[in-house]
């Protein structure tokens, strides 16, 4: 399982591949990799030393949850004499849409057909026009014109989740249909889609995770841990920033394409032996008890 977060769960949309990753950017991929399995909650003791594999101090760790705290992905909460954190319910929500963009990603074909969303939002909620914006962008949209965007057909489902979430509806119109004029199809991604930088992502991803691949047999559970928490971490922007296109109407040797195969063989490789490094520290520091006491 694995973990994205929206733009007002606190943690800022990741850096590119080739820079640094934020502590808050961590500890979500860690939530999102292990606390699902321990009930939803791990001890702040537990998350100190996870995290110092990834040269995280305790200050900036303690920091960093506070901060999720207060943006309400995690709960304060107390088992066996334990502080720790629990995911919220909108906590749990956000790791289970990042499971399904990820995981459960597909790549759109023509004859999906395409989504146009045209919305008009009034001056007197323009921050709801900005957070509108701002998701559609998230979920990979591209831009016909500053009120119409477009995405893949099989984005429906999220973006009227946005539109109702929001409270949208009654501005904003949903359409799925074909292209049937005028350009043509490929000419139209290029214009509405940033491909060559939505590339540079991918092969920057490439070029840092092409060595850990060569060298992941011969490291023990601690290095697993770290390469694939880092791992996680930078690549779950791209499903986002690539919705999908469909493969015909992109570049020939498009390198989403070696990217994504590459993190499914690191994926595959990384997670057992991460696992029994979590495992080994989450038992060493289970609380006395397992009855909660809220913060």
Do not use: C
């Not at 995290?51 to 088992?79: C, F, M, N, P, T």
């Not at 791992?231 to 990217?259: I, N, S, V």
Request: glycine residues 10%; hydrophobic residues 45%; proline residues 6%.
């Amino acid at each position: 399982m694995f973990v994205t977060v929206v733009e007002d769960t606190g943690v800022e949309a990741e850096d590119a591949p080739g820079g640094a990753v934020q502590p808050r950017q961590l500890i979500v991929t860690v939530y999102g990799l292990y606390a699902r399995g321990q009930g939803g909650w791990l001890s702040v003791a537990s998350v100190v030393r996870l995290l110092a594999d990834l040269d995280v101090d305790a200050q900036a760790v303690r920091s960093s949850i506070s901060r999720l705290k207060r943006r309400g992905l995690l709960v304060a909460e107390k088992r066996g004499g334990a502080a720790g954190y629990t995911l919220s319910p909108a906590g749990q929500e956000i790791l289970a849409e990042g499971d399904a963009r990820i995981f459960g990603r597909r790549r759109a074909t023509a004859r999906d057909g395409w989504l146009v969303v045209v919305f008009s939002v009034p001056e007197t909620v323009r921050e709801k026009r900005y957070r509108l914006r701002t998701e559609l962008t998230r979920l990979g949209f591209g831009t016909v014109t500053p009120g119409v965007w477009i995405a893949p057909g099989h984005l429906q489902g999220e973006a009227a989740e946005v539109l109702e979430r929001l409270e949208l509806t009654d501005n904003a119109e949903v359409f799925l249909g074909e292209h049937v004029a005028f350009g043509e199809p490929v000419h139209n991604i290029a214009r509405w889609w940033d491909l060559p930088a939505l590339d540079q992502l991918y092969t920057d991803f490439l070029d840092r995770y092409r060595p850990v691949e060569q060298r992941s047999a011969s490291g023990g559970p601690a290095e697993a841990f770290t390469d694939y928490v880092e791992m996680l971490t930078r690549w779950r922007r791209l499903p986002y920033a690539d919705p999908g296109l469909p493969l015909e109407l992109l570049p020939a040797a498009w390198k989403g394409l070696q990217a994504q195969d590459l993190f499914a063989r690191l994926r595959e490789k990384l997670a057992g032996p991460a696992d029994e490094h979590v495992s080994e520290i989450l038992v060493a520091g289970a609380p006395r008890a397992n009855a909660p006491h809220r913060a």
